[in-house]
């Protein structure tokens, strides 16, 4: 199977999966606060930075010819986690369309926790603050304090261009960023 042609599946049909009690093991790739703050009901937790396709395979407690299905948001990291699996030469894995969003607006069970602020916001909170800081120190004490912002502005551009985010992945380390690790494998 090619990164092309990954299968998806849509919420509400992966919970008549489920609801027919055939097993399903649906992995949510998201961060742990954001995973705390709301997931599908049946989803554990297996964060996109910390995927290991092989690990997750080994520690199922499905049969292995059932499908590993990814959950994530919106679809966007669920669609980078599947193409790592196929990269790792396990090609039976599905992307549910339109992440925990989709399933929550289908109104399917979900886990509400603690409210906390997204990653994505203290991705604008973190990058502001050093930009205002930066200028402030490069008006008032030396210009070369300006390459504080220019240096967030290039990271941004490069975020953008690579989809990737050195500064949410590391504001994803954080410890106000972390929970336990939630168990499981198959639910029905």
Same mark, same amino acid.
């Given at each position: 199977m090619s990164v092309e042609t990954i299968a998806t599946i849509s919420p509400k049909d992966l919970e008549a999966i489920r609801a027919s009690g055939k097993p399903i093991d649906l992995i949510d790739v998201r961060t742990p606060v954001e995973? #705390?703050?709301l997931h599908a009901e049946p989803a554990r937790l297996v964060p996109l930075d910390q995927l290991d396709p092989k690990a997750v395979v080994a520690s199922r407690s499905c049969p292995a010819d059932e499908p590993l299905y990814v959950i994530c948001r919106t679809g966007n #990291?669920? #669609?980078k986690a599947c193409e790592m699996f196929v990269a790792a030469g396990i090609p039976n894995v599905v992307n549910v369309e339109g992440g925990t969003i989709a399933w929550e607006q289908a109104g399917l069970p979900v886990v509400r926790g603690k409210k906390a602020i997204s990653l994505e916001r203290q991705v604008r909170i973190a990058a502001g603050t050093l930009v205002a800081i930066g200028t402030a120190l490069g008006a008032f004490v030396s210009?070369?304090?300006? +390459?504080?912002?220019?240096? +967030?502005?290039c990271g941004l551009v490069f975020a953008g261009i690579t989809d990737t985010c050195g500064m949410g992945m590391l504001l994803a380390r954080m410890p106000w960023n972390q929970v336990p690790p939630s168990g499981g494998g198959c639910s029905r």
């Open positions: 995973f #705390r703050e #990291r669920a #669609r210009p070369y304090f300006l +390459v504080i912002p220019g240096f +967030v502005g």
